[in-house]
């Protein structure tokens, strides 16, 4: 998504925000990954705001290498033929030749039907933000530089899991998340950044690699440590990025901590086990794994999770075209309505300087069983 990313409201800010626009996916509320999976059956109202096209109306289509999302479609199928109306295209997928681009173009074109996605107003346009998967450093045990802890979703809670819990600071200043520390990591801000994100990798300091997943949250709702900073006078917009609060964070290392639990909510992980293969992006809200550069977050009351959607937009501060085959298999709370949609960049801080830079207009076409 969409997990999260925050967004900074007031009204001066946000005339400062028109200005430097690639900032804002950094400061939007959306961590897609930090969303448990949601009902993908979409309103009766939403047939409404699909309009039928042809092939030929999909900008880009036939210059699209399709067969990059082919294996996600096909990661997506288990849960989409549980469907009568998406049962015999996924037990017809699983014939076509994985490797014949071709082939694959034909089985979409054949079997499909491409429906224009449309607002509530009637605009066919929207935001396409983007999000990525975070990489930390970090120990199971706590010792030298790794004192800052990302906590499990406590036991006690899973009988009740969408009560609404005390804020962040309360629990860590009660002390009753002790005892509940999943790994600790040797920086505060990017631990709160995995938070808004939902999920990431830690690089442990026994040379293994750990897989953190959203594994539930306090449900309290977001108010972002940037927009604190920037009221306050602390960082400009421009410095509202993660090395820009790492410098802050560095100037006044006694802060820290309090400027950070100014926001409420608090995310909790769990480890992903280890035959989830290094190779493999993050599980979505679909619960199958995402693919860089095809996974899509989307709203699913709007939007079947697991279809296929072509989206045309363009490349971050570019006027470059991105327009490609995707695959709805991710949500975020900020990702709301027909045309809105978070672009899963992939894992590492290249991930992350194209998913900051990313709030670009999009136009989204769902691909339907005929």
């Known amino acids: 998504m969409p997990l999260p990313r925050p967004i900074i409201g007031a009204a001066h800010t946000l005339r400062q925000l028109a200005r430097t626009a690639w900032l804002l996916p950094l400061l939007m509320l959306g961590a897609c990954s930090s969303q448990p999976p949601a009902p993908s059956t979409p309103s009766p109202a939403t047939s409404e705001r699909m309009q039928p096209m042809a092939w030929q109306a999909l900008p880009g289509w036939r210059d699209d290498h399709v067969i990059a999302a082919w294996s996600a479609f096909l990661a997506s ?26 082939g694959i173009t034909r089985f979409f074109e054949t079997r499909f039907q491409p429906y224009r996605l449309t607002n509530d107003d009637g605009s066919t346009t929207g935001t396409i933000t983007g999000y990525y998967e975070p990489i930390l450093q970090g120990s199971r045990d706590r010792h030298g530089p790794y004192q800052t802890p990302l906590y499990r979703f406590p036991n006690a809670w899973q009988a009740a899991p969408h009560r609404v819990r005390a804020e962040q600071r309360t629990l860590l200043e009660s002390g009753v998340l002790r005892g509940q520390e999943l790994v600790w990591v040797d920086d505060p801000v990017e631990a709160a950044f995995l938070q808004i994100q939902g999920s990431g990798r830690v690089r442990l300091d026994d040379g293994e690699t750990m897989r953190v997943a959203f594994a539930g949250s306090n449900n309290q709702p977001f108010r972002s440590f940037n ?23 560095r100037r006044h290392p ?76 991710d949500t975020g709370s900020a990702i709301k309505g027909s045309v809105r949609a978070d672009f899963y960049w992939g894992h590492g801080e290249a991930a992350g300087k194209r998913a900051a830079r990313m709030k670009q207009d999009g136009r989204l076409w769902v691909l339907m069983p005929k």
């Open 254 to 329: 006694g802060r820290v901590k309090e400027m950070l639990t100014v926001n409420p909510r608090m995310v909790f992980f769990r480890e992903l086990d280890s035959d989830h293969s290094a190779t493999q992006g993050p599980i979505g809200a679909l619960g199958v794994p995402l693919t860089a550069e095809r996974s899509l977050a989307v709203d699913p009351s709007r939007i079947p999770l697991g279809a296929p959607i072509f989206l045309s937009t363009t490349q971050p501060l570019s006027k470059e075209p991105l327009q490609r085959l995707m695959v709805a298999q």
């Open 227 to 249: 927009r604190a900073l920037i009221e306050r006078g602390e960082i400009d917009v421009s410095e509202a990025t993660l090395p820009g609060v790492r410098a802050w964070a």
């Open 77 to 102: 199928c288990p849960r989409l033929a549980k469907k009568p109306r998406w049962t015999s295209v996924c037990a017809d997928a699983e014939h076509v030749d994985p490797l014949d681009e071709s």
